[in-house]
């Protein structure tokens, strides 16, 4: 499967923005799915997970309460909207899909399959 993020760009403490992760060549129901970022210096790190039906999430305390992931399978896409930004969350952001047997979304870029190029978020104070 091939994954495209998209929707990164230059904005504003406060601001808010959706990135979206389009899959070809295979359904991405088969798949939880998650995304990750790596800021400058740093290891990517896990930002939300959802899993396969949509109907769980995951999120690690950095962003929890200001990010919401959610997928339309019919449309073959996933979508991250980010509020309330920070300059801390500037970095890469990268979708990925697992085809673990797990339920739950992991949080280990190890268990990944697949991975999107990339979309760059830059929050400025």
């Known amino acids: 499967v091939q994954l495209q993020a998209s929707g990164g760009g230059l904005v504003q403490a406060g601001d808010s923005l959706r990135l979206s992760c389009a899959a070809s060549g295979r359904s991405l129901s088969s798949y939880k799915m998650a995304w990750f970022r790596r800021a400058p210096g740093k290891a990517r790190e896990f930002v939300a997970g959802i899993t396969r039906d949509g109907g769980g999430t995951r999120y690690p305390d950095s962003v929890k309460g200001r990010f919401v992931i959610s997928r339309e399978n019919a449309k073959n896409t996933v979508y991250l909207q980010m509020n309330s930004l920070k300059p801390e969350d500037t970095a890469v952001y990268y979708c990925?899909?697992?085809?673990?047997?797990?339920?739950?979304?992991?949080?280990?870029?190890?268990?990944?399959?697949?991975w999107g190029r990339g979309t760059k978020v830059t929050v400025s104070s």
């Open positions: 990925a899909a697992d085809s673990g047997s797990s339920v739950v979304p992991v949080t280990t870029t190890g268990n990944y399959d697949y």
